[in-house]
């Protein structure tokens, strides 16, 4: 991760001479290989615990904006959480993952699995935001063109309800002078 970004929930690296001691006092018995799946066990808790933290229902669904890593090369896609619950964000199928909140308040997860990393971004669409438009949104991420103003457009970030939560504060976002496309 890098500086000014704050995690939320990660498997990714997990180190265990950072549980050693806390495992070792609470279970002196277990051999290292215990305490090592322990620690891995206690992890997965943990995201449950952040799912509770972070069940804020949202008034638009959220767009999850991939740049997958696949065994044929980087690809670009989107989905949609329709629940609009960024609780629901914290589900992947990938082998080892790693959701922050980045220096500008965007939602992200880095997901490993055995091709490759996958980088999401989680955006919320914004209020009054038409079909069209987020058709042509989509459009865009489908064919790899769409720009961060594209994004912005018709969309908003996550960081500030998560920060919430968490004490986080995110600079305010840089309004565009330009009308919003309709």
Known sequence: MNPGEHLIWSDHDLDYEDWRADLEDEYPDLSEDER????YERNADDLDDERVNLNIQLGQPIL???NLGLWYGRRSGYKEIL???IRDCLYSDC???TWFVDRQGDLRCDAYHHDGTNHYLYRAWKE???E???DRLKNKLYEGTATRADITRVTRRLGDEIGKVYGWTFPTPVRSTKTQER
């Open 64 to 66: 999850v904006i991939a």
């Open 128 to 130: 009054g935001t038409t």
């Open 95 to 97: 082998d080892y993952n």
């Open 83 to 85: 629940s609009g619950n």
């Open 36 to 39: 090592y799946t322990m620690m």
């Open 132 to 134: 069209e438009q987020m």
